[in-house]
């Protein structure tokens, strides 16, 4: 949306700004590191940590800051009171059961889809060849890059194409593992494909030894409003069987929100 300049409470964006600046690379700033990532002075952004501070939304030692467990107020609200995480969790819940297989629903933010409904096993793993095991549960409003995701491919394939068009521009894609699709030309050539077969299969570009396949959620007008997928490991089902046998429940399930949505 758009906003009237003398409607805007910059102080309140500027201290957005510092919330989002924590990360999972960097959950511990002081305040020369915040002014870089929300792109404040540093007098600024120590100013706003000390208040954020205050009310209860950050921690700190006096040096470094990190994000407390007020912040979760946000989202535990939204989880409550959206009706789209309430509208998709009886379908989900049902497609975990007939996938034998953990599934989420996402949206998209920006660079990043967020998970905003899920239904699985949460202490699901996998094991790599080598015999080390990574955790694939994935908890509700966990985020993760959209490039490299079945969820997110498919909501970019979503886009209006000069949507797409502006949302890659000056785009660097970042390889997560030796599967990740980075060169531009090769992505563009995936999402095209996405939007004509309707669904993503991403096998081992977000995380080594999973599967991740993906369909669009749409309301009954016909916008694309969420995604759906079903992760799976490779060590219990290849690509190839995964599409041939969850691919059907995927698409029966987004008949059957459409409605709903």
């Not at 899920?118 to 490039?147: E, F």
């Not at 698409?251 to 459409?258: C, D, I, N, P």
Request: hydrophobic share 45%.
């Amino acid at each position: 949306m758009t906003i009237a300049k003398a409607d805007l409470i910059e102080g309140m964006a500027k201290g957005m700004a510092v919330l989002e600046s924590f990360d999972t690379e960097r959950q511990r700033l002081n305040a020369t590191l915040t002014a870089e990532r929300a792109g404040l002075t540093r007098a600024a952004a120590r100013r706003h940590l000390l208040t954020l501070a205050y009310l209860g939304y950050l921690e700190t030692d006096g040096s470094y800051f990190w994000l407390s467990s007020k912040v979760l107020r946000f989202s535990g609200n939204y989880l409550a009171s959206a009706r789209l995480p309430r509208a998709l969790q009886p379908t989900l819940s049902r497609l975990a059961i007939q996938a034998q297989e953990s599934c989420s629903a996402v949206v998209l933010d920006g660079d990043e889809v967020v998970i905003v409904a899920r239904s699985g096993n949460d202490r699901n793993s996998l094991a790599t060849g080598g015999g080390r095991v990574i955790a694939y549960g994935l908890h509700m409003g966990a985020r993760l890059p959209a490039h490299a995701t079945s969820t997110g491919r498919v909501l970019l394939a979503a886009k209006t194409k000069i949507a797409f068009n502006e949302w890659m521009k000056g785009r660097y894609l970042q390889r997560l593992t030796p599967q990740t699709t980075v060169d531009v030309r090769s992505f563009r050539a995936l999402i095209e494909k996405i939007r004509q077969n309707d669904f993503c299969i991403a096998s081992e570009e977000h995380e080594l030894g999973v599967h991740a396949l993906a369909v669009p959620l749409r309301n009954s007008k016909g916008v694309t409003v969420a995604a759906l997928n079903v992760v799976a490991s490779d060590s219990r089902i290849s690509a190839l069987v995964m599409q041939r046998d969850l691919l059907p429940l995927l698409f029966e399930a987004a008949r059957e929100l459409r409605p709903l949505l």
